[in-house]
């Protein structure tokens, strides 16, 4: 797997809202996918790029704080699942 970049208008947003901002990831999208998503993110290590025009972070940092976060079943997560009745959620944060 490789890195997860955010913008610089994205990583503000993310510093400003803390809790109350989620970063959703699909990986392995043509085989089996697998959605994580974490919440105040910004103690994960993430890297400047070129003057700080975007931030990035490994799949494996967002899949492990995605794993460590629960909680009751978002609404995002709530609507995905909807959409998608076959899925099965692969983190913990789905359900409280």
Same mark, same amino acid.
């Given at each position: 797997?490789? %890195? @997860?970049?955010?913008?610089?208008? +994205? !990583?503000?947003?993310?510093? *400003?809202l803390?809790w #109350? !901002?989620?970063l959703? =990831?699909?990986?392995?999208?043509? =085989? =089996?996918?697998?959605?994580?998503? @974490?919440?105040? %993110?910004?103690?994960?290590?993430w +890297?400047?790029?070129?003057? @700080?025009?975007?931030? *990035?972070?490994? &799949? +494996?940092?967002?899949? #492990?704080e995605?794993?460590?976060?629960?909680?009751? %079943?978002?609404?995002?997560?709530?609507?995905?699942? &909807?959409a998608?009745? /076959?899925?099965?959620? /692969? /983190?913990?944060?789905? *359900?409280?």
């Amino acid at each position: 797997m490789g %890195l @997860v970049s955010l913008s610089q208008h +994205e !990583y503000n947003t993310a510093y *400003r809202l803390k809790w #109350d !901002y989620w970063l959703y =990831t699909v990986f392995n999208c043509a =085989t =089996t996918p697998e959605v994580h998503a @974490v919440c105040n %993110l910004l103690h994960l290590p993430w +890297e400047p790029m070129q003057q @700080v025009i975007q931030y *990035r972070v490994s &799949a +494996e940092a967002l899949m #492990d704080e995605a794993s460590w976060q629960s909680g009751p %079943l978002s609404p995002v997560a709530a609507a995905f699942q &909807a959409a998608w009745p /076959t899925w099965a959620p /692969t /983190t913990s944060w789905w *359900r409280g």
